[in-house]
T-cell receptor, first 115, second 111 residues
C-alpha cells in the first residue's frame, strides 16, 4: 500500500522565482492538504483540496496556489518567492472529512530553500 | 484565532522513565486530537488519535483528553532513546478541513 509521496525532496530557488511542488495521496484517499513548516515551528495550514476544488485556505497570500487532478494528486505553486518561503512543505492526505475524525497522513515533505 | 500550545522543551527524561507531554487548545468546539512524532529532518508520523474524554492506550503510549479543561496529553512509558524526537499536538478544526498544530515539544531520552 503506497503511502503519500512528494516530489522533489529538495529544491533551491532564488528570490522572485516560481516553484511547483507535487503530491500523490495515499491509496484510497481523496483529500489533500498542504502545510508549511518553518524551522523549529509546527506545520501551518496552507489549503485543502477535495474534488478538484480548494475547500479551505489558511492565512497565506495569493502567491500560494494549488491544483488537484482527477486522480487526486495535487500541486502547490508558489510565485514570486521570498526568502521567508524557505521551509519544509508537507502534503497530507485523508479521506473526505465528514465526521471530523479523519486522520491526516503526511508525505516525506519537500525542503525548499530560497536564496 | 484558534491556538494550540505546547511547552517547547527540551524535555529530558532518563531511559525507562515516563515522559509526559502536554497540550492545551483554545477552540472549545474542537472534536478530535492527534499526536504526531517528528524526527529531525523528517515528516510527522501519527502516533495516536483521541476523540472522547478519558484515556486511550496503545502499547507504551497513552493519550489523555479533558475537553472541559481543553487539555490533551501524551504519556510515554518505558521511554527509549529512540523516542527522542519532537512531538506535535494537532487539533481538528472545522470538521477536519484543517488541522491546527502546536509548536511541538522536543523530547530527549537519555541513555
Amino acid at each position: 500500500d503506497a503511502g503519500v509521496t512528494q516530489s522533489p525532496t529538495h529544491l533551491i530557488k532564488t528570490r522572485g522565482q516560481q516553484v511547483t511542488l507535487r503530491c500523490s495521496p495515499k491509496s484510497g484517499h481523496d483529500t489533500v492538504s498542504w502545510y508549511q513548516q518553518a524551522l523549529g515551528q509546527g506545520p501551518q495550514f496552507i489549503f485543502q483540496y477535495y474534488e478538484e476544488e480548494e475547500r479551505q485556505r489558511g492565512n497565506f497570500p495569493d502567491r500560494f496556489s494549488g491544483h488537484q487532478y482527477p486522480n487526486y494528486s495535487s500541486e502547490l505553486n508558489v510565485n514570486a518567492l521570498l526568502l521567508g518561503d524557505s521551509a519544509l512543505y508537507l502534503c497530507a492526505s485523508s479521506l473526505n472529512p465528514t465526521t471530523g475524525q479523519e486522520t491526516q497522513y503526511f508525505g516525506p515533505g519537500t525542503r525548499l530553500l530560497v536564496l | 484565532q484558534k491556538e494550540v500550545e505546547q511547552n517547547s522543551g527540551p524535555l529530558s527524561v532518563p531511559e525507562g522513565a515516563i515522559a509526559s507531554l502536554n497540550c492545551t487548545y483554545s477552540d472549545r468546539v474542537s472534536q478530535s486530537f492527534f499526536w504526531y512524532r517528528q524526527y529531525s529532518g523528517k515528516s510527522p508520523e501519527l502516533i495516536m488519535s483521541i476523540y472522547s474524554n478519558g484515556d486511550k492506550e496503545d502499547g507504551r503510549f497513552t493519550a489523555q483528553l479533558n475537553k472541559a479543561s481543553q487539555y490533551v496529553s501524551l504519556l510515554i512509558r518505558d521511554s527509549q532513546p529512540s523516542d527522542s524526537a519532537t512531538y506535535l499536538c494537532a487539533v481538528n478544526a472545522n470538521y477536519g478541513q484543517n488541522f491546527v498544530f502546536g509548536p511541538g515539544t522536543r523530547l530527549s531520552v537519555l541513555p
